[in-house]
């Protein structure tokens, strides 16, 4: 009978956990936004002109801040604040430096000044 009663328990106790976990959690609110990301990448500066047609970011969150470390020998970009434009996209924001960084779950766009330094990419998963 106690183990009738103890397995009963796990199971209620099982059911109401899942059953409180949101299923409209925004895909926003979480870090959809990091992984990998693939397809054509660049990069800009007084002495380098680098472009990779089949390159990879790796995009990461540190904080309220993204990093976006690139293949092909290209600098990282770090630091790249973003606010949310809707329910499943990000937009970069009050970084020092100019341009447009859109991010979704599916794909991520670049194009991005910072200190005469250029990135680019169009990139998807």
Known sequence: MKLTLKIVGV??????LMGSC????????????AGTFRGKIGYTDAEKNISQD???????????????RFSDGIP??????????????MV???????G?????????????TRSGRSWSADCGR
């Open 11 to 16: 199971l209620l106790l099982s059911a109401f």
């Open 76 to 89: 990282d970009l770090t630091g790249v604040q973003f606010e949310r434009k809707d329910d499943n996209t």
């Open 54 to 68: 089949n390159g990879s970011i790796f995009v990461t969150k540190v904080g309220t801040r993204y990093d976006f």
């Open 100 to 112: 447009l960084i859109t991010i979704n779950k599916d794909k991520l766009v670049i194009g991005f």
């Open 92 to 98: 970069s924001v009050g970084s020092d430096g100019t």
């Open 22 to 33: 949101s299923k409209d959690t925004d895909p926003a609110d979480v870090d959809v936004f």
